[in-house]
C-alpha cells in the first residue's frame, strides 16, 4: 500500500489562502494523487486530482512536486463552508485496489 | 442517475441481532467500498470488491460478511451485531479508470445497544 502523511490539523483565518500538504513517497509513476473532503456529519467529497502538472478547478487546486513524492492542496480563499476533514488518497494502478484513507487534516477556518 | 444508494440511513439493533446493509451504484462501476467510521475518526476499510462475484478483507473485516452477487450491489451483513460495531457505515464505488473519482453514499447510521 502506498502511504500519506498529512497534518493532524491546520487553521486558516477565513477569505485568506489554505495550503495543504501531503506526503506520499512511496507511489509509483502511474498513481494519480487524489484529494477528498468530508464535511460535518456528511460522506466524503472528491476535490481534485492530479497525475504529474499541476491541476486546477472550481474547488481548489493541487500543486504535485516535480519528483511525485508531495503535493499541496490548495484553496485561494477559505470559507466558513470550506472547513472539514481533507485526504489525500493515492489511487493505485491495476492490482492494487485496496483504497484506505489516511486520518486526513482537520481544516479549522477562523472567521 | 442517483449515484451510490445506501439503504437504510438509520438503524437501531440490540446486541446479537443480524442485518444486511445495502448499497447500490447505477454508474456500472466494477469497484465497490465499505467503510466504517467511529465518532471523531477517519474512515476505515471494512472489505472491498473489484467485480461481481469478488470480495476481499480491508482493514477491519472481523465481524462482518459481504456480498457482489450483481455488479451495482454490494451488501455488507453483520451476523451478531455488537456495541463495537456501533458506527457511520460508508459505500463508495468507482471505475478501474485511475483518474476517475471515488463516489460515496451518503452512509447508514447504525446503533448497538
Known amino acids: 500500500d502506498a502511504k500519506t502523511t498529512q497534518p493532524n490539523s491546520m487553521e486558516s483565518n477565513e477569505e485568506e489562502p489554505v495550503h495543504l500538504p501531503c506526503n506520499h513517497s512511496?507511489?509509483?509513476?502511474?498513481?494519480?494523487i487524489h484529494w477528498y473532503r468530508q464535511l460535518p456529519s456528511q460522506g466524503p467529497e472528491y476535490v481534485i486530482h492530479g497525475l504529474t502538472s499541476n491541476v486546477n478547478n472550481r474547488m481548489a487546486s493541487l500543486a504535485i512536486a516535480e519528483d511525485r513524492k508531495s503535493s499541496t492542496l490548495i484553496l485561494h480563499r477559505a470559507t466558513l463552508r470550506d472547513a472539514a476533514v481533507y485526504y489525500c488518497?493515492?489511487?493505485?494502478?491495476?492490482?492494487?485496489?485496496?483504497?484506505?484513507f489516511g486520518t486526513g487534516t482537520r481544516l479549522t477556518i477562523i472567521p | 442517475n442517483a449515484g451510490v444508494t445506501q439503504t437504510p440511513k438509520f438503524r437501531v439493533l440490540k446486541t446479537g441481532q443480524s442485518m444486511t446493509l445495502l448499497c447500490a451504484q447505477d454508474?456500472?462501476?466494477?469497484?465497490m467500498y465499505w467503510y466504517r467510521q467511529d465518532p471523531g475518526m477517519g474512515l476505515r476499510l471494512i472489505h472491498y470488491s473489484v467485480g461481481e462475484g469478488t470480495t476481499a478483507k480491508g482493514e477491519v473485516p472481523d465481524g462482518y460478511n459481504v456480498s457482489r452477487l450483481k455488479k451495482q450491489n454490494f451488501l455488507l451483513g453483520l451476523e451478531s451485531a455488537a456495541p463495537s460495531q456501533t458506527s457511520v457505515y460508508f459505500c463508495?464505488?468507482?471505475?478501474?479508470?485511475?483518474?476517475?473519482?471515488?463516489?460515496f453514499g451518503n452512509g447508514t447510521r447504525l446503533t448497538v445497544t
Open positions: 454508474m456500472n462501476h466494477e469497484y
Open positions: 463508495a464505488s468507482r471505475t478501474q479508470i485511475l483518474s476517475n473519482s471515488l463516489h
Open positions: 488518497i493515492p489511487l493505485l494502478n491495476f492490482g492494487n485496489e485496496k483504497l484506505t
Open positions: 512511496t507511489i509509483s509513476g502511474t498513481d494519480y
